[in-house]
């Protein structure tokens, strides 16, 4: 069974522009979550996406949104690009965000690494 | 607010040494808890799941959960250089949200 993919897996851009960036989960998961991780930190939850819809929010500003599609995959957006958002963002999947204790369990991806200039 | 907390480290351990690391949970009614290894530059991998009190062992590695204490740890049998990398315990809380702790970085020392 494939991983999870991102796309694309580097990218610079300049202060004041905006970016998108993709994920595909594994095939039958349901729910992506987002991640931004800084050098020397934890993992910082962006928000969480499950049938199209976000159920879960963390506490970044509106300048990141995403979205999810019908067949899982997965996007987000951050405008007006700020020298602090340069981080590797990561992309996880699961079966679900309840039922079954195991259907939490996240798998990554390789990540996107966001220079911001 | 719900917290998972690991200490960051750095953990020194001598090669073939068992290493030991913890983690702590404020919710008291999680249920699933797990442990990620991430190495330096890349993403986290699932290496332990664990759901009921007691001990759990796969490939090298065991988690052991207790939850009246509420804590997590995971043991590292035979360490090896290679296991050098933070590892990092996410837990899922009462709304089935995922709550992550900062993250300990462990050395295996040659």
């Known amino acids: 069974k494939a991983g999870v993919t991102q796309t694309p897996r580097y990218l610079i851009k300049t202060r004041g522009q905006q970016v998108t960036l993709s994920c595909s989960p594994i095939s039958g998961h349901r ?4 991640y931004q991780q800084t050098p020397g930190q934890g993992l910082q939850f962006l928000f969480e996406y499950f049938s199209e819809t976000q159920r879960n ?7 990141f949104s995403g979205r999810q599609f019908s067949n899982s995959r997965s996007e987000m957006n951050v405008s007006t690009l700020e020298l602090g958002d340069s981080a590797l963002y990561l992309c996880a999947s699961s ?12 798998f990554f991806g390789p990540g996107t690494r966001l220079t911001v200039l | 607010q719900k917290e998972v907390e690991q200490n960051s480290g750095p953990l020194s351990v001598p090669e073939g ?3 030991s690391l913890n983690c702590t949970y404020s919710d008291r009614v999680s249920q699933s808890f797990f442990w990620y290894r991430q190495y330096s530059g890349k993403s986290p991998e699932l290496i332990m799941s664990i759901y009921s009190n007691g001990d759990k062992e796969d490939g090298g590695f ?3 959960l207790n939850k009246a204490s509420q804590y997590v740890s995971l043991l590292i049998r035979d360490s090896q250089p290679s296991d050098s ?20 970085k462990l050395i295996i020392k040659p």
């Open chain 1, 31 to 34: 729910s992506v979550s987002w």
């Open chain 1, 57 to 63: 929010k963390g506490n970044f500003p509106g300048r």
């Open chain 1, 95 to 106: 079966y679900g965000t309840s039922g079954s204790r195991s259907r939490r369990e996240q």
């Open chain 2, 17 to 19: 040494a068992i290493a």
């Open chain 2, 62 to 64: 065991t988690a052991q």
């Open chain 2, 85 to 104: 990398a933070t590892y990092l315990c996410a837990v899922v809380d009462s709304n089935y949200q995922l709550i992550w702790g900062a993250g300990t």
